[in-house]
Structure formats: structure tokens, C-alpha cells
């Protein structure tokens, strides 16, 4: 499994990002693709959104309802997450991760990771500027 994204950058509060993650090595539709990131000084991942790549099945955290939006473009192997109305405190690194549907439940995986099932990218920087 490889996951690489891609679309971070510096913006302003009230701007607008969109994350691209990039996936091989694995039969897409048979897993889900979850954005998680880190705080800075934290160690701990937040899982904030899902998609599941078979029928789109999509989660939201509650921080990030209503102003992400998770997408995928099976044909490329891509999930999107457009990211608008950024504030200061989405200021983290973002991660994108594959598990396979097979024994997933999802407010587990937003909530613990899954260590032994998942697969994670690199990451890429958000920074959010007042």
C-alpha cells in the first residue's frame, strides 16, 4: 500500500485548501480511505473524515462538518478533501490512510487509527494564518 498527498499549504482563516491522496497497491474499492491529522505538540492522530471507496459512504468529525467535504475518483485512485472556511485551529499535518472495509467500524478507526489494519501517508502541512 502507498498513499501520498499532496495540496497542503499557508492560508489565510476563511480560505480554502483542497488535499489530493494518491493510492496503489491495493484493490481500491476494497477499502476505505480516512484523513486524520495531527495538532502541532500533539502526538496523537484525529480521524475527521472517511470514505468508503466501494459505495462512497462518507464520516465527519464533528470539528470539521459542514466545511470539509471527502471525495474519490476511483478511475484515479484518488481522494480528495476540499477543505473550506479554514480556521487557525485546522492548522495541523494531514494524513491519509487506507484500511481495508473487511472488519472496519468507523468511529473505531476515526477514533483509534486501526495500528494493525492501516496504512498511512507521509502527511502534508496545513497552516492556518490569522
Known amino acids: 500500500v502507498q498513499l501520498v498527498e499532496s495540496g497542503g499549504g499557508l492560508v489565510q482563516t476563511g480560505g480554502s485548501l483542497t488535499l489530493s491522496c494518491a493510492a496503489s497497491?491495493?484493490?481500491?474499492?476494497?477499502?476505505?480511505i480516512g484523513w486524520f491529522r495531527q495538532l502541532p505538540g500533539s502526538q496523537n492522530r484525529e480521524g475527521i473524515s472517511?470514505?468508503?471507496?466501494?459505495?462512497?459512504?462518507?464520516y465527519y468529525g464533528d470539528s470539521i462538518r459542514g466545511r470539509f467535504t471527502i471525495s474519490s475518483d476511483n478511475a484515479k485512485n484518488t481522494v480528495y478533501l476540499e477543505m473550506k472556511d479554514l480556521k487557525v485551529e485546522d492548522t495541523a499535518t494531514y494524513f491519509c490512510?487506507?484500511?481495508?472495509?473487511?472488519?472496519?467500524?468507523?468511529?473505531?478507526?476515526?477514533?483509534?487509527?486501526?495500528?494493525?489494519?492501516?496504512?498511512w501517508g507521509q502527511g502534508t502541512q496545513v497552516t492556518v494564518s490569522s
Open positions: 497497491g491495493f484493490i481500491f474499492d476494497d477499502y476505505a
Open positions: 490512510a487506507a484500511r481495508p472495509l473487511s472488519g472496519l467500524s468507523v468511529k473505531r478507526w476515526m477514533y483509534s487509527g486501526d495500528p494493525g489494519s492501516t496504512s
Open positions: 472517511m470514505i468508503g471507496l466501494y459505495d462512497h459512504s462518507t
